[in-house]
């Protein structure tokens, strides 16, 4: 049995391809990927015709979604989130540790969003979506869009890098006082700037540092990687590594701390900031 979510494209919309501009409209449709996927599956309609990827969107259209009903039995995920900022057309919320942003899976932020926010009173308002990633095993600041228009613009601002972030992250071993690391990943360039903002002596990992982190390109799992590679591994991770030198079962210390961006919709600047967890104020608790 089909379902369908419909959305009406406002009149005066920038022209663009359905495959940009439908990210994030639909609460099953958060990326890029998903998108050609369901229209590949001709699962889309645009004013009644099946969308293809050259598919146009100039103002004013119906777009239908039509995928196979979910059961009503199933389970209703209760998941409660610390919301640091809400308006009208986005919001930003404090992602815990050990959950996924979105997937496939049953426990995720997308799938929490709808009872941890209000809803939009905004004439394209959607189910609320994460416009951006951040790893299972990372906490901190993610920014969510409320409206069809602020999904797309807020896309649009990260990848025009017109969002700052900064991330604090725990590393073991001596290192530079401050730096920039330019190194490939998959083949791709990216670049961090990292300040150590205090260490402290470890008997097992040499030094802790508390570290502020830019990226200033958005590669999987960069942060990571990049301080791994000078040789600065983030505390606790499981993945990137030193041999001999992996702190388990007790998480990854990195955070997203900090946010800025222009409002797309009041057009006034953005800052917010949040709390260190417990586990690195316990190392440096003068932060």
Partial sequence: ?????????????????????????????????????????????????????????????????????????????????????EDEYLAVINKPAGILVSGNGFKTVANALAQNLKKSLATDAVSPQPVHRLDYATTGLLLVGKTSSVITDLNQLFENKKIQKEYFAVTIRSMDTVGTIKYNIDDKPAKSSFEVLESIVSERFSYLNLVKLSPHTGRRHQLRKHLLSIGNPILGDATYFLTGLQLKRKGLYLHAKTLCFQHPVTNKEIYIESKLPKKFTKLFPDQ
């Fill in 1 to 85: 049995m089909q379902q369908k979510e419909i959305h009406i494209v406002n009149e005066n919309v920038t022209p663009m391809r359905l495959q940009e501009y439908g990210v994030g409209v639909f609460q099953r449709i958060l990326t890029k990927s998903a998108l050609k996927k369901a229209i590949k599956k001709k699962l889309i309609l645009v004013d009644g015709v099946i969308a293809t990827t050259a598919t146009m969107i100039i103002g004013g259209e119906t777009i239908i979604y039509q995928h196979p009903q979910e059961n009503e039995n199933n389970t209703r995920l209760i998941l409660k989130l610390d919301v640091v900022y």
